[in-house]
């Protein structure tokens, strides 16, 4: 468990992987869990839902940032991703817009595999020359 992960990442990855259990996720039966660690140090975590109107399904990551924007954060310092399976699962490219949003040059996105395998990168290696992305 948790091979590569800092200490004070384990709770992104134990909130994330709580979230995974929840997923909704009936049509792909790809549980995915996201977590949030924000400029408050206060976490947000949630699934991706999906909906028998195939396209309104929603990614773990959109749950995750919606539950900070509500809370009244908007700056993600990191975010962990929970695969539900053996490889590393990487943000959509409309989540990674998404991250854009509320990211800066420090923000740190780290991809976890089922058996707590991590890889980390920075936002900006996600998605070099973001629109919008001017901090
Ligand atoms: N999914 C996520 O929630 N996050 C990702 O980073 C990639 C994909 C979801 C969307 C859909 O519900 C399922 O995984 C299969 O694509």
């Known amino acids: 468990m948790a091979l590569d992960l800092k200490p004070e990442h384990k709770t992104l990855l134990a909130l994330a992987t709580k979230a995974q259990k929840n997923a909704h996720a009936p049509y792909s039966n790809f549980f ?22 195939y396209p309104l399904g929603q990614c773990a990551e959109a749950g995750a940032i919606a539950a900070m924007v509500a ?12 695969s539900p399976n053996d490889e590393f699962c990487s943000p959509c490219g409309g989540c990674r817009q998404k991250i854009a949003e509320f990211a800066d040059a420090q923000t740190e996105v780290h991809l976890a595999t089922k058996e707590g395998k991590i890889k980390t990168v920075k ?13």
């Open 32 to 53: 995915v869990g996201a977590a949030i660690l924000d400029e408050k140090a206060q976490h947000h975590a949630s699934c991706n839902v999906e909906n028998a109107a």
């Open 71 to 82: 809370s009244g954060s908007k700056h993600i310092k990191h975010i962990l991703i929970a």
């Open 123 to 135: 936002f900006t290696e996600l998605l070099p020359l973001a629109f919008g992305f001017e901090k």
